[in-house]
T-cell receptor, first 114, second 115 residues
């Protein structure tokens, strides 16, 4: 029984570059949320997607975007990377988007911006 | 938006003793309160959650209490064991309201179990 999977595990980029992170939810889950976790802090909500539509957005700049595919997997894109974007990016899956409850997290992608 | 405060930031207890972590939230509309445990380098794992129609929930050595009037909730771990050492996060959200603002997390409590 596969849980939430994310790729890649680690990524190193330089300032100004673009990055794409990927997430596959638990089988049967239709909603994916993205969080940013800076070292020493709790995760911070970026986006929630359900049935390929954005259902919620946190307080992040337009450099951050995402999409969800028909198989419910998702991509998070970050343009014009800044040093402050260095963080663990977590994907969480849940059954639907009508509730934010019972979110199951993936292992995360550790992004380092140099 | 919602704001969640979590205390203490670090908690050291002797093995076998109890540990209590407290959180307060600001949005009275919040009605779902999960707790996550995150070991170093690993994903946050849900350990227990409570909804606002319940005042207390228990699962073996772990319990959570909720005081809606005071807008605070607490995690209680009894008979602590070395494997309980981790960072614990509380969170709050609104479910069933049609919106999707995600979970708002506290800053975490580093729980250290001393042998």
């Amino acid at each position: 029984d596969a849980g939430v999977t994310q790729s890649p595990t680690h990524l190193i980029k330089t300032r100004g570059q673009h990055v794409t992170l990927r997430c596959s939810p638990i089988s049967g889950h239709k909603s994916v949320s993205w969080y940013q976790q800076v070292l020493g802090q709790g995760p911070q909500f970026i986006f929630q997607y359900y049935e390929k539509e954005e259902r919620g957005r946190g307080n992040f700049p337009d450099r951050f975007s995402a999409r969800q595919f028909p198989n419910y997997s998702s991509e998070l894109n970050v343009n014009a990377l800044l040093l402050g974007d260095s963080a663990l990016y977590l994907c969480a899956s849940s059954l639907d988007a009508y509730s934010s409850d019972t979110q199951y997290f993936g292992p995360g992608t550790r992004l380092t911006v140099l | 938006g919602e704001n969640v405060e979590q205390h203490p930031s670090t908690l050291s207890v002797q093995e076998g003793d109890s540990a209590v972590i407290k959180c307060t939230y600001s949005d009275s509309a919040s009605n779902y309160f999960p707790w996550y445990k995150q070991e170093l380098g690993k994903r946050p794992q849900l350990i227990i959650d409570i909804r606002s129609n319940v005042g207390e929930k228990k699962d073996q050595r772990i319990a959570v209490t909720l005081n809606k009037t005071a807008k605070h909730f607490s995690l209680h771990i009894t008979e602590t064991q070395p494997e309980d050492s981790a960072v614990y996060f509380c969170a709050a959200s609104i479910i069933g309201g049609g919106g999707a603002d995600g979970l708002t997390f506290g800053k975490g409590t580093h729980l250290i179990i001393q042998p």
